[in-house]
């Protein structure tokens, strides 16, 4: 099974406004990164957040981890139409190296 | 930087005939990771190589995948024979120990 889950699995929001993405996962992790992938395109890294980090920013994009409760968040602030995108959670587990587990995805479409 | 570059983008092809995907990793980077994109199963991670050499081949699917590492600068994924349930989009990534995987921009594979 995957482990991160996304929720909501869909969001439509208006040009302007916030978007926030969540992320679960079970097991302990080295980090959690976030990736975007445009229709038809390969994904794209995001921003990587550690373990022993609780927030990180970047652009329009702030990223919070909460390891206790093995979740994590993706905001958006002041969308564009440009973001328009599926966006994947992923993390690196302790137990498997280099390899990332994906979620399933966020389906984000923002309406000009 | 170029990027991932895979080959081809597109390929259609007659279920049982044999089916090469090719990937040019990002100069520098020691890992690759073969991917398998469906809407059924999101994204999965078949295969990755550290230096040339498959670390874990737990994701492929069945003896029918294979995967190879010649060099450095060249991988390929190989479905023989092939079959409709192959139909999906394979993405090849690559990193560094310390960096995000960079994804290369897929082939769609329609096995009719």
């Known amino acids: 099974s995957q482990q991160g889950e996304e929720d909501p699995q869909a969001l439509s929001i208006q040009e302007g406004e916030n978007a926030t993405m969540n992320c679960s996962y079970k097991?302990?992790?080295?980090?959690l990164q976030w990736y975007r992938q445009n229709s038809g395109r390969g994904l794209v890294h995001l921003i990587l957040?550690?373990?022993?980090?609780r927030e990180k920013h970047s652009g329009r994009l702030r990223v919070t981890l909460d390891t206790s409760k093995k979740s994590s968040s993706l905001l958006i602030t002041a969308s564009r139409a440009a973001d328009t995108a599926s966006y994947f959670c992923?993390?690196?587990?302790?137990?498997?190296?280099?390899?990332?587990?994906f979620g399933e995805g966020t389906q984000l479409t923002v309406n000009p | 930087d170029a990027g991932v570059i895979q080959s081809p983008r597109h390929e259609v092809t007659e279920m049982g005939q044999e089916v090469t995907l090719r990937c040019k990793p990002i100069?520098?980077?020691?890992?690759l990771f073969w991917y398998r994109q469906t809407m059924m199963r999101g994204l999965e991670l078949l295969i990755y190589?550290?230096?040339?050499?498959?670390?874990?081949d737990s994701g492929m699917p069945e003896d029918r995948f294979s995967a190879k590492m010649p060099n450095a600068s060249f991988s390929t994924l190989k479905i023989q024979p092939s079959e409709p349930r192959d139909s999906a989009v394979y993405f090849c990534?690559?990193?560094?120990?310390?960096?995000?995987?960079?994804f290369g921009s897929g082939t769609r594979l329609t096995v009719v």
């Open positions: 992923a993390t690196e587990r302790v137990t498997s190296g280099s390899r990332l587990t």
């Open positions: 097991t302990s992790i080295n980090n």
């Open positions: 190589f550290n230096n040339n050499v498959p670390i874990d």
């Open positions: 957040i550690r373990s022993n980090e």
């Open positions: 100069s520098g980077h020691d890992y």
């Open positions: 990534a690559s990193s560094s120990s310390t960096g995000p995987e960079s």
